[in-house]
């Protein structure tokens, strides 16, 4: 049997800020921000604190936080992995990130063809 494919992953550096957040603000959650006021950078909330709705995708976990991303925003992105980073600078305005010197960055790679089909027989969800 073949492992499941990662839609979303992160830095060791990422998972470190994760680790640091999380101990400042108790269990977090991630939303891919699609634009507007932050761009389109990864968002990180106090779990239960960003409303999602129902055309949400779930992704995966970052150690343990879950990440969505909108449906539409979903569509431009499903054949590509995101790989969260942390680099200097300031986060997005409603991001726990903000403040701390440091932001969630978003990177990326495209799927191979195999990946792409794996990923199509793959089961979504949580």
Same mark, same amino acid.
């Given at each position: 049997?073949?492992?499941?494919?990662?839609?979303?992953?992160?830095?060791?550096?990422?998972?470190?800020?994760?680790?640091?957040?999380?101990?400042?603000?108790?269990?977090?959650?991630?939303?891919?921000?699609?634009?507007?006021?932050?761009?389109?950078?990864?968002?990180?909330?106090?779990?239960?604190?960003?409303?999602?709705?129902?055309?949400?995708?779930? &992704?995966? @976990?970052?150690? *343990?936080?879950? !990440?969505?991303?909108?449906?539409?925003? $979903?569509?431009?992105? %499903?054949?590509? +992995? /995101?790989?969260?980073?942390?680099?200097?600078?300031?986060?997005?305005?409603?991001? &726990?990130? @903000?403040?701390? *010197?440091?932001? !969630?960055?978003?990177?990326?790679?495209? $799927?191979?063809?195999? %990946?792409?089909? +794996? /990923?199509?027989?793959?089961?979504?969800?949580?």
């Amino acid at each position: 049997m073949t492992a499941n494919i990662e839609r979303v992953m992160a830095t060791p550096a990422a998972l470190a800020f994760i680790g640091e957040l999380r101990r400042r603000h108790g269990p977090l959650m991630f939303f891919q921000s699609g634009g507007c006021c932050d761009g389109s950078t990864p968002m990180c909330y106090a779990a239960g604190e960003f409303d999602l709705s129902d055309t949400d995708v779930y &992704l995966g @976990n970052l150690d *343990g936080a879950p !990440f969505y991303i909108g449906l539409e925003q $979903f569509g431009y992105w %499903e054949h590509t +992995q /995101l790989i969260i980073d942390v680099v200097d600078g300031n986060g997005g305005m409603f991001s &726990l990130d @903000n403040g701390t *010197g440091r932001r !969630f960055l978003t990177r990326s790679r495209l $799927f191979t063809d195999e %990946e792409n089909g +794996q /990923l199509r027989s793959q089961a979504p969800g949580p």
